[in-house]
T-cell receptor, first 116, second 115 residues
Framework: AQSVTQLGSHVSVSEGALVLLRCNYS??????LFWYVQYPNQGLQLLLK??????LVKGINGFEAEFKKSETSFHLTKPSAHMSDAAEYFC??????????????FGKGTKLSVIP | EAGVTQFPSHSVIEKGQTVTLRCDPISGHDNLYWYRRVMGKEIKFLLH????????ESGMPNNRFLAERTGGTYSTLKVQPAELEDSGVYFCASSQGARGWTEAFFGQGTRLTVV
């Protein structure tokens, strides 16, 4: 079974400041890990993914995340926040099975506000 | 290329009524997933189609929910009769059928309100 915990349902940062969104997971098998973003009135968009290759993963819009097995974490960071980053962010885990359903288990989401 | 399209975008129905949500996946995508987000909760998996077959429906809440995928193309999710707790946002996603991981693309969701 898998589960995801996102610390903080709301995070506010100043424009230009570091963005850090926390995600911890549990999984009984080697996981695939994902961050999705949802902008207002839009669907979920994949930001980045970890699929057992490099532990530091770079995604779109300057975001990156590091897979730390010992800490069961996959925190999302961006060095400098932009107003356009305001959105809701979801961490998700999927069991690696090699085939079949890549059913995603999501965290509750973190709403990011960027203050001018 | 068109993305995943969901109809309607919003639906308000009375308790006891029937509602049908539709999802048009990206053309050529064999995998189709339904997810639901109840307010304040996480997005939860409902079921997974591979072409027209149900691969995994372990997340379906109860037998008031019926999902179909006609000819392996579009999919419908019917709720009959609707209850208050069915309110939420229903997301559809699709991915290619290749072996190994392939990205799932999500639609904008259908916001269902049962009153």
């Amino acid at each position: 079974a898998q589960s995801v915990t996102q610390l903080g349902s709301h995070v506010s940062v100043s424009e230009g400041a570091l963005v850090l969104l926390r995600c911890n997971y549990s999984s009984s098998v080697p996981p695939y890990l994902f961050w999705y973003v949802q902008y207002p009135n839009q669907g979920l968009q994949l930001l980045l993914k970890y699929t057992s290759a490099a532990t530091l993963v770079k995604g779109i819009n300057g975001f990156e995340a590091e897979f730390k097995k010992s800490e069961t974490s996959f925190h999302l960071t961006k060095p400098s926040a932009h107003m356009s980053d305001a959105a809701e962010y979801f961490c998700a885990v999927s069991p690696y099975s090699g085939a079949g359903s890549y059913q995603l288990t999501f965290g509750k989401g973190t709403k990011l506000s960027v203050i001018p | 290329e068109a993305g995943v399209t969901q109809f309607p975008s919003h639906s308000v129905i009375e308790k006891g009524q029937t509602v049908t949500l539709r999802c048009d996946p990206i053309s050529g995508h064999d995998n189709l997933y339904w997810y639901r987000r109840v307010m304040g909760k996480e997005i939860k998996f409902l079921l997974h189609f591979v072409k027209e077959s149900k691969q995994d429906e372990s997340g379906m809440p109860n037998n008031r929910f019926l999902a179909e995928r006609t000819g392996g193309t579009y999919s419908t999710l019917k709720v009959q009769p609707a209850e208050l707790e069915d309110s939420g946002v229903y997301f559809c996603a699709s991915s290619q059928g290749a072996r190994g991981w392939t990205e799932a693309f999500f639609g904008q969701g259908t916001r269902l309100t049962v009153v």
